[in-house]
T-cell receptor, first 114, second 114 residues
Framework: GAGVSQSPSNKVTEKGKDVELRCDPI?????LYWYRQSLGQGLEFLIY????????KSGLPSDRFSAERTGGSVSTLTIQRTQQEDSAVYLCASSPSGGNQPQHFGDGTRLSIL | GENVEQHPSTLSVQEGDSAVIKCTYSDSASNYFPWYKQELGKGPQLIIDIRSNVGEKKDQRIAVTLNKTAKHFSLHITETQPEDSAVYFC?????????????FGQGTTLQVKP
């Protein structure tokens, strides 16, 4: 069956521009997570959705970062006024209903800020 | 908050040998510990997980052990094959929340030499 789908797979943009990253979770999964992976590093939690609400936004690094989820499915992570330190791979994961259930990851969006 | 330490950062073994990767965590309330395998350009793939009410779990050539008292858990791969070469990440659930938020180790690059 279809796994977690992320787009675009690669994004190169100039410093100061806004970017939108998309995540399409596994059908029926109510829990959705965004993580960030800097070069050669582990994954850093950004935000958690249960349905359309985000009860845990504690990992968003600044107010330039925001995310939404509509229809309990697709999620968009938006970074405004991008900075070079935003360069990383942004990974999305979903699980059936959150809690300690297995999270399944997409292949990520590799974001490069020039 | 939760902190996860992973060792070693790199590991090289001969095909057929065993490989062991170790992680420690700081939050005694953590109760879910997954392991992920990440190949170049791909998202992390869940290979095995263990919950705090279990001390050991095995799936073919892969096993995970958990010592709650010492707050450490380990991944054991037996009869390694070249296709096991990848980056492996351990993770621990954040104990204070019920969201499924995962805290990741820094990763271990495993090289299996033919």
């Amino acid at each position: 069956g279809a796994g977690v789908s992320q787009s675009p797979s690669n994004k190169v943009t100039e410093k100061g521009k806004d970017v939108e990253l998309r995540c399409d979770p596994i059908s029926g999964h109510t829990a959705l997570y965004w993580y960030r992976q800097s070069l050669g590093q582990g994954l850093e939690f950004l935000i958690y959705f249960q349905g359309n609400s985000a009860p845990d936004k504690s990992g968003l690094p600044s107010d330039r970062f925001s995310a939404e989820r509509t229809g309990g499915s697709v999620s968009t992570l938006t970074i405004q006024r991008t900075q070079q330190e935003d360069s990383a791979v942004y990974l999305c994961a979903s699980s059936p209903s959150g809690g300690n259930q297995p999270q399944h990851f997409g292949d990520g969006t590799r974001l490069s800020i020039l | 908050g939760e902190n996860v330490e992973q060792h070693p950062s790199t590991l090289s073994v001969q095909e057929g040998d065993s490989a062991v990767i170790k992680c420690t965590y700081s939050d005694s309330a953590s109760n879910y510990f997954p392991w992920y395998k990440q190949e170049l350009g791909k998202g992390p793939q869940l290979i095995i997980d263990i919950r705090s009410n279990v001390g050991e779990k095995k799936d073919q050539r892969i096993a995970v052990t958990l010592n709650k008292t010492a707050k450490h858990f380990s991944l054991h791969i037996t009869e390694t094959q070249p296709e096991d070469s990848a980056v492996y990440f351990c993770a621990a659930s954040e104990g204070s929340s019920n969201t499924g938020k995962l805290i990741f180790g820094q990763g271990t690059t495993l090289q299996v030499k033919p």
